[in-house]
């Protein structure tokens, strides 16, 4: 059941977060010191797999390409 959250933090990892959480019906709250274009990920390349994590590699191929699915579909809806 949905419920309330704080995502702290504006840049495209923040605000991506919030977005599936309002879109799973969440009551979301932003806060971040700045705002974009002031955000570290104004300036970043994009890099969108995950760098630090173990796992098996059919998951981690799971992983990459829903988080490129769900990129693309956000640039597509601008």
Do not use: I, N
């Not at 923040?14 to 977005?19: C, D, E, F, K, M």
């Not at 309002?22 to 709250?29: C, I």
């Amino acid at each position: 059941m949905p419920g309330a959250a704080v995502v702290v933090g504006c840049g495209a990892v923040g605000l991506s977060t919030a977005l599936e959480l309002l879109e799973a019906g969440w009551d979301v709250h932003v806060v971040g010191e700045k705002l974009p274009p002031e955000t570290t990920s104004d300036g970043s390349g994009g890099y969108w797999r995950p760098v630090f994590m173990e796992m098996e590699e059919g998951m981690l191929k799971q992983v990459c390409q829903y988080s490129f699915d769900r990129m693309m579909r956000l640039h597509r809806e601008g």
